[in-house]
T-cell receptor, first 115, second 112 residues
Framework: DGGITQSPKYLFRKEGQNVTLSCEQN?????MYWYRQDPGQGLRLIYY???????QKGDIAEGYSVSREKKESFPLTVTSAQKNPTAFYLC??????????????FGQGTRLTVV | DAKTTQPTSMDCAEGRAANLPCNHS???????VYWYRQIHSQGPQYIIH???NNETNEMASLIITEDRKSSTLILPHATLRDTAVYYC?????????????FGGGTRLMVKP
């Protein structure tokens, strides 16, 4: 089945450690995104990528890093510089900008807890 | 992208129509209205989108006012599984960012 997969579903890390969240899609989408969601809040954009080997900062990029070496994959690293990393992280993908069908497909999320 | 305003929460009886309003008074001519919903602890799910004409699909109907300053998402026969947070978003078709800006949404509670 085509879709977008995030792993793991739950992740615990010690304060001060970097951690990488996985996002893979087999929809042949050019664009991929990372969002952060805090309890009772909407989604906020961290990073997005329109094409392989290119990505742009979103509204809250500080303390995060990404890479886009393959079309299918867009991993997010939460670094020790992120002061409040505990949150629900969502990855999404869509057909490239400039096309009419810009529906975004979301993964099921990774819940990161700093202990 | 234009800002949207939605009620924080709404209740609906099971089997009745759920009408979720959204105000987007600053929408511009090339911005589409999108609706997504998020069931607890899951990723958002696309529902429907439109520009100026009313739209219907298997999930819902979207009614956009003639001046495009507001819209209503209609779930014709709400079920308990429709309990979720519903997000109304307006965005330019094909803009370079191609991203969705989510507000707080409306928490719809469908009750038996």
């Amino acid at each position: 089945d085509g879709g977008i997969t995030q792993s793991p579903k739950y992740l615990f890390r010690k304060e001060g450690q970097n951690v990488t969240l996985s996002c893979e899609q087999n929809l042949n989408h050019d664009a991929m995104y990372w969002y952060r969601q805090d309890p009772g809040q909407g989604l906020r954009l961290i990073y997005y990528s329109q094409i392989v080997n290119d990505f742009q900062k979103g509204d809250i990029a500080e303390g995060y890093s990404v890479s886009r070496e393959k079309k299918e994959s867009f991993p997010l690293t939460v670094t020790s510089a992120q002061k409040n990393p505990t949150a629900f992280y969502l990855c999404a993908s869509s057909i490239a900008a400039g096309t009419k069908n810009t529906e975004a497909f979301f993964g099921q999320g990774t819940r990161l807890t700093v202990v | 992208d234009a800002k949207t305003t939605q009620p924080t929460s709404m209740d609906c009886a099971e089997g009745r129509a759920a009408n979720l309003p959204c105000n987007h008074s600053t929408i511009s001519g090339n911005e589409y209205v999108y609706w997504y919903r998020q069931i607890h602890s899951q990723g958002p799910q696309y529902i429907i989108h439109g520009l100026k004409n009313n739209e219907t699909n298997e999930m819902a109907s979207l009614i956009i006012t003639e001046d495009r300053k507001s819209s209503t998402l209609i779930l014709p026969h709400a079920t308990l599984r429709d309990t979720a947070v519903y997000y109304c978003i307006v965005r330019v078709w094909g803009n370079a960012g191609n991203m969705l800006t989510f507000g707080g949404g409306t928490r719809l509670m469908v009750k038996p």
